[in-house]
């Protein structure tokens, strides 16, 4: 999509809040500046919410509304956005995952998407029930070629203990997973630690979730069963990154992390 066009109205409800934004707001002659002025914004974040990028307060919707007198169209938009969720946030996630120079990413069941085999993704895609099988496998390996560029993102992992538990796709698969976590520790843009089970309650025990660094700033995501939730508030955000920094705060240092995996690597049957 070109940077000055808006997105697609019929992709998801936030794109259409992203539509009739710039639609109310060029129909009105006003510049992106005047309509920053009213939400106390800078200009580029204005240009974020126009390409659905960013996402509208409810503060911000009753705003436009009054000043555009759209009938409270943006806040029933921004009602029913946020009711459930939307089958293209994957879809949207990954296009942010493929420019970010920094990941932050917690896992407490499984092994991230960008840190598996080939081996461990198939079973667990075959356990999904994914149908077509070789082409998700092959999708979730290409992923990880932003590991290895030349500009490649910092990635931050916390590994719950018990992701190295489980014997997904049988011994030797759930081992040379553990093996590849171990390779990939040591390359320099990856920092990956473990929170060992004694640290108790924390956290991360509400489910896994990720904090990625764009250009335009900062972006979360909220993994969830058949989906996810991609969340673009900037108060949000923070928030999941306050909680990134509390669970690492019971993590173990890198070096006892990695000797905690070949441990359960020694221990795998």
């Given at each position: 999509m070109n940077v000055n066009e808006p997105p697609d109205p019929r992709l998801n409800l936030w794109?259409?809040?992203?539509?009739y934004l710039r639609f109310y707001?060029?129909?009105?002659?006003?510049?992106g500046?005047?309509?920053?002025?009213?939400?106390?914004?800078?200009?580029?974040?204005?240009?974020?919410?126009?390409?659905?990028?960013?996402?509208?307060?409810?503060?911000e919707a009753a705003i436009l509304d009054e000043k555009w007198s759209t009938g409270g169209l943006f806040g029933i938009l921004l009602w029913f956005a946020r009711l459930g969720h939307d089958p293209n946030w994957n879809k949207n996630y990954l296009a942010f995952e493929r420019r970010a120079s920094e990941i932050r990413l917690y896992d407490g069941q499984l092994v991230p998407a960008l840190l598996q085999t080939p081996d461990y993704a198939r079973?667990?895609?075959?356990?999904?029930?994914?149908?077509?099988?070789?082409?998700?496998?092959?999708?979730?390996?290409?992923?990880?070629?932003?590991?290895h560029k030349p500009d490649a993102p910092e990635i931050w992992v916390l590994l719950a203990e018990t992701v190295l538990a489980p014997?997904?796709?049988?011994?030797?698969?759930?081992?040379?997973?553990l093996a590849q976590l171990l390779e990939l520790s040591e390359l320099?843009?990856?920092i990956l630690r473990v929170v060992p089970n004694s640290a108790g309650a924390n956290e991360g025990l509400d489910g896994p979730f990720r904090v990625l660094k764009v250009k335009e700033g900062q972006i979360g995501?909220?993994?969830?069963?058949?989906?996810g939730r991609l969340e673009l508030d900037a108060e949000e955000v923070a928030s999941l990154h306050r909680r990134f920094d509390r669970?690492?705060?019971?993590?173990?240092?890198?070096?006892?992390?990695?000797?905690?995996?070949?441990?359960a690597m020694e221990n795998m049957r």
């Amino acid at each position: 999509m070109n940077v000055n066009e808006p997105p697609d109205p019929r992709l998801n409800l936030w794109a259409t809040m992203a539509f009739y934004l710039r639609f109310y707001r060029t129909q009105h002659g006003q510049s992106g500046d005047v309509v920053a002025g009213w939400l106390n914004r800078s200009r580029s974040s204005i240009s974020r919410l126009e390409n659905g990028e960013s996402q509208l307060k409810e503060s911000e919707a009753a705003i436009l509304d009054e000043k555009w007198s759209t009938g409270g169209l943006f806040g029933i938009l921004l009602w029913f956005a946020r009711l459930g969720h939307d089958p293209n946030w994957n879809k949207n996630y990954l296009a942010f995952e493929r420019r970010a120079s920094e990941i932050r990413l917690y896992d407490g069941q499984l092994v991230p998407a960008l840190l598996q085999t080939p081996d461990y993704a198939r079973a667990l895609l075959i356990a999904g029930r994914e149908k077509n099988l070789d082409k998700a496998v092959e999708d979730r390996m290409s992923r990880q070629a932003i590991l290895h560029k030349p500009d490649a993102p910092e990635i931050w992992v916390l590994l719950a203990e018990t992701v190295l538990a489980p014997v997904v796709g049988g011994a030797a698969v759930m081992r040379a997973q553990l093996a590849q976590l171990l390779e990939l520790s040591e390359l320099p843009n990856v920092i990956l630690r473990v929170v060992p089970n004694s640290a108790g309650a924390n956290e991360g025990l509400d489910g896994p979730f990720r904090v990625l660094k764009v250009k335009e700033g900062q972006i979360g995501y909220l993994l969830a069963p058949n989906g996810g939730r991609l969340e673009l508030d900037a108060e949000e955000v923070a928030s999941l990154h306050r909680r990134f920094d509390r669970i690492g705060a019971s993590a173990l240092p890198v070096e006892l992390s990695r000797a905690l995996i070949k441990d359960a690597m020694e221990n795998m049957r």
